[in-house]
């Protein structure tokens, strides 16, 4: 039997994790956004740089995953109280394929229209196969914190589901924005944060339906998503 201590239950209900964790969103994977995928670009060009850039977010976001998932053991908890495997609505998942194909697929395009016209979108490459793999990786991870761990804390600490919905989304376009002063990066960002919180709170709180919206997107998006963020930097 896992013996929790008396300090770790009072972590388990205190604002300190979220501070924590979501600081350590800002100073690790934020500077990805920003100063670190100009130096990919200008080192490696936008096909070269995005692969960087991805393996780099890959690498961050597991560390930071698998931190939180030993806080949380070390609470007496396990993946399935983040909503790892937990039961689902069919209808969310159904609803979070048909977003990520069209997501992706708006982000695909708008790539080759608007910077490559001579991309091919149905390329196959070590670089596409490496990046969807990574996205999957990122997906995952960043899902598991976001809305597996920040939203569920948020509900042990009494705070309702739209403030769960809202603040998660909050940190998600916070970190993804912050190094950039992108005003129209943090927007977007947030409404992103709120789409894939909306699949968490459909789907029963369960990670099912935000992972499949999320890593299926990336999946498929990759590596023209990360292009796109290069190019258009």
């Not at 790892?84 to 695909?108: E, K």
């Not at 005003?183 to 709180?205: K, Q």
């Amino acid at each position: 039997m896992q013996v929790v201590n008396m300090s770790d239950r009072l972590a388990s209900h205190s604002w300190k994790p979220i501070w924590i964790l979501s600081a350590l969103l800002v100073l690790l994977v934020g500077p990805i956004f920003g100063p670190v995928t100009g130096y990919a670009k200008e080192a490696l060009g936008v096909r070269g740089g995005a692969g960087l850039v991805v393996a780099l977010f890959s690498a961050v976001f597991v560390v930071l995953a698998v931190g939180t998932m030993r806080w949380v053991r070390q609470n007496g908890q396990t993946l399935a109280d983040l909503g790892w495997r937990q039961p689902t609505r069919t209808s969310a998942v159904v609803v979070a394929v048909l977003w990520a194909v069209l997501w992706a697929g708006f982000n695909i395009m708008g790539y080759v229209h608007q910077i490559d016209k001579a991309a091919d979108p149905m390329e196959i490459s070590m670089l596409r196969a490496g990046t969807a793999i990574g996205g999957l990786v990122i997906a995952f991870c960043e899902d598991l914190i976001g809305r597996g761990f920040i939203m569920n804390h948020l509900k042990k600490l009494g705070r309702g589901t739209w403030f769960q919905v809202v603040f998660s989304s909050f940190i998600f376009a916070f970190y993804h924005s912050v190094w950039t002063l992108s005003i129209a990066g943090f927007i977007m960002s947030f409404i992103v944060g709120l789409i894939l919180a909306g699949f968490f709170v459909w789907g029963r709180r369960s990670l099912t339906p935000v992972v499949v919206a999320h890593g299926l997107c990336l999946f498929l998006g990759e590596p023209f998503l990360t292009m796109f963020m290069l190019a258009a930097g």
